[in-house]
T-cell receptor, first 110, second 116 residues
Framework: GESVGLHLPTLSVQEGDNSIINCAYS??????FIWYKQESGKGPQFIID?????DKRQGQRVTVLLNKTVKHLSLQIAATQPGDSAVYFC?????????FGAGTRLTVKP | DARVTQTPRHKVTEMGQEVTMRCQPI?????VFWYRQTMMQGLELLAY????????DSGMPKDRFSAEMPDATLATLKIQPSEPRDSAVYFC??????????????FGEGSWLTVV
């Protein structure tokens, strides 16, 4: 994941709308990608993962898209709910090294 | 409900004191990671163990930090002496390198360290 280090990007959406959170990674040799959700005061929780031989993977209300050409990853959340409010991290892995981006704060407005 | 367990959850200590954080990985997991999270740096990888052997600790300040796995059920991260700049949340995560799909790692709830 790409580390920003200064500002945490934010995304504010209306309850019921779809959310798209984007992430860029830098290592073209990364072969595995994960999205984590971190709620206040808690550790990151696994949401969904994808291997580099795929470009899309779907879970329950979440979809991850991988574009290796531009080294870009996105997380789509359908019908966003207040409980989805959190910081979302992407992580990419090369060998054992799991690197995390700075995260995006998602706020869901009722 | 398998989970990574970290202790202490919160620690306030004075500069110069030794701090030891402990982690119990998920039973059966053979990889353990230590991460540090701050507002400025995000999640930084400090150390990585596989089958209890340290494979990478390049992210860890060697002069004051040390990480060990005395046995398969315990990982420790020690800071001696602690400094105010060490104030952060320290996460332990575990995974299995033998999983057939990816190597998802699971995080504990973190140890919130404040050095004054």
């Amino acid at each position: 994941g790409e580390s920003v280090g200064l500002h945490l990007p934010t995304l504010s959406v209306q309850e019921g709308d779809n959310s798209i959170i984007n992430c860029a990674y830098s290592n073209s040799a990364s072969d595995y990608f994960i999205w984590y959700k971190q709620e206040s005061g808690k550790g990151p929780q696994f949401i969904i993962d994808i291997r580099s031989n795929m470009d899309k993977r779907q879970g329950q209300r979440v979809t991850v898209l991988l574009n290796k050409t531009v080294k870009h990853l996105s997380l789509q959340i359908a019908a966003t709910q207040p409980g989805d409010s959190a910081v979302y991290f992407c992580a990419d892995r090369f060998t054992h090294d799991m690197r995390f981006g700075a995260g995006t704060r998602l706020t869901v407005k009722p | 409900d398998a989970r990574v367990t970290q202790t202490p959850r919160h620690k306030v200590t004075e500069m110069g004191q030794e701090v030891t954080m402990r982690c119990q990985p998920i039973l059966g997991h053979n990889t353990v990671f230590w991460y540090r999270q701050t507002m400025m740096q995000g999640l930084e990888l400090l150390a990585y163990f596989r089958n209890r052997a340290p494979l990478d600790d390049s992210g860890m300040p060697k002069d004051r930090f040390s990480a060990e796995m005395p046995d398969a059920t315990l990982a420790t991260l020690k800071i001696q002496p602690s400094e105010p700049r060490d104030s952060a949340v320290y996460f332990c995560a575990s995974g299995s390198s033998t999983q057939s799909y990816g190597n998802t790692i699971y995080f504990g709830e973190g140890s919130w360290l404040t050095v004054v």
